[in-house]
T-cell receptor
Framework: DAKTTQPPSMDCAEGRAANLPCNHSTISGNEYVYWYRQIHSQGPQYIIHGLKNNETNEMASLIITEDRKSSTLILPHATLRDTAVYYCIAVRVNSNYQLIWGAGTKLIIKP | GAVVSQHPSWVICKSGTSVKIECRSLDFQATTMFWYRQFPKQSLMLMATSNEGSKATYEQGVEKDKFLINHASLTLSTLTVTSAHPEDSSFYIC?????????FGPGTRLTVT
């Protein structure tokens, strides 16, 4: 499975858009980009995923570059409750969605 | 969305004793469940894949005789930490795959004294 690289930490002001980058330059054609987050001392939570096209749901937007080597997760109006560690993971199709976790980005939303 | 529960949410036990952690899928069936361990300030580490009706598959370096996994039904998987020691103190999390995502339990904090 492709390795992903994320900045270790980021700050964002409450109410502003939080843009979290992820590099996955070795991703293969049968791997999706998934984003999960983990709020302190809780189980992780699914956010969004995509293959090639940009995706949007009620939580976030996912922008994937045309060459698929990087992506950005966008939380459009960050709140204090969005403070968490965000994980970008490349997931192989038909792998039962088995996840290999990197270090993630600790996002701190500041009032 | 689908819900996965874990019990207990936290447990303190003495060194040498065994502890059982339950993972349940509340509103869906799961033929496969995953067990993770997370130490403070670290990421999740996959321990094993639990398969309903068959033996679990353990990741390299995880002792199968120490971490016993039983997946006896389509909604329940259990992880038993046998002869627990202080170094087994950790946050244990289970998950079950949905249509395109993993649903995670809230985690179990184990402290071995």
């Amino acid at each position: 499975d492709a390795k992903t690289t994320q900045p270790p930490s980021m700050d964002c002001a409450e109410g502003r858009a939080a843009n979290l980058p992820c590099n996955h330059s070795t991703i293969s054609g049968n791997e999706y980009v998934y984003w999960y987050r983990q709020i302190h001392s809780q189980g992780p939570q699914y956010i969004i995923h995509g293959l090639k096209n940009n995706e949007t749901n009620e939580m976030a937007s996912l922008i994937i570059t045309e060459d698929r080597k990087s992506s950005t997760l966008i939380l459009p109006h960050a709140t204090l409750r969005d403070t968490a560690v965000y994980y970008c993971i490349a997931v192989r199709v038909n792998s039962n969605y088995q996840l290999i976790w990197g270090a993630g980005t600790k996002l701190i939303i500041k009032p | 969305g689908a819900v996965v529960s874990q019990h207990p949410s936290w447990v303190i036990c003495k060194s040498g004793t065994s502890v059982k952690i339950e993972c349940r899928s509340l509103d869906f069936q799961a033929t496969t469940m995953f067990w993770y361990r997370q130490f403070p300030k670290q990421s999740l580490m996959l321990m094993a894949t639990s398969n309903e009706g068959s033996k679990a598959t353990y990741e390299q370096g995880v002792e199968k005789d120490k971490f016993l996994i039983n997946h006896a039904s389509l909604t329940l998987s259990t992880l038993t930490v046998t002869s627990a020691h202080p170094e087994d103190s950790s946050f244990y999390i289970c998950s079950a795959p949905g249509a395109y995502e993993q649903y995670f339990g809230p985690g179990t904090r184990l402290t071995v004294t």
